[in-house]
């Protein structure tokens, strides 16, 4: 509570809750983290693709499609509600050649 005035200055919102003075911490830097996260999801989408097309015995294609799932901001465990873990999903579709 005595550093709220630093996490103010950071961009980290506190908000109280019932009058048991509980503390939320909420994410604000979703857009700082957005691109990164959408440019390692898609170099994972296409390694995990090029491991299939390997042990398929095919060559990995172009893009067929692509689509971006929600982001999800959730707290790492219930003890350390103030360190979250951000999460998307991306799915992409690959021509597989012979």
Do not use: H, W
């Not at 294609?61 to 959730?74: E, V």
């Amino acid at each position: 509570m005595s550093e709220q005035a630093e996490l103010l200055k950071q961009g980290i919102a506190i908000i109280g809750g019932d009058y048991q003075y509980n503390v939320t911490y909420e994410f604000t830097g979703l857009n700082q983290v957005k691109p990164q996260m959408i440019e390692e999801a898609t170099k994972n989408a296409r390694a995990a693709a090029e491991k299939f097309a390997k042990d398929s015995d095919s060559r990995l294609g172009k893009i067929r499609n692509a689509s971006q799932g929600q982001f999800s901001i959730s707290d790492r465990d219930a003890n350390t509600p103030y360190i979250k873990s951000i999460r998307v999903v991306t799915t992409v579709n690959y021509y597989l050649k012979q």
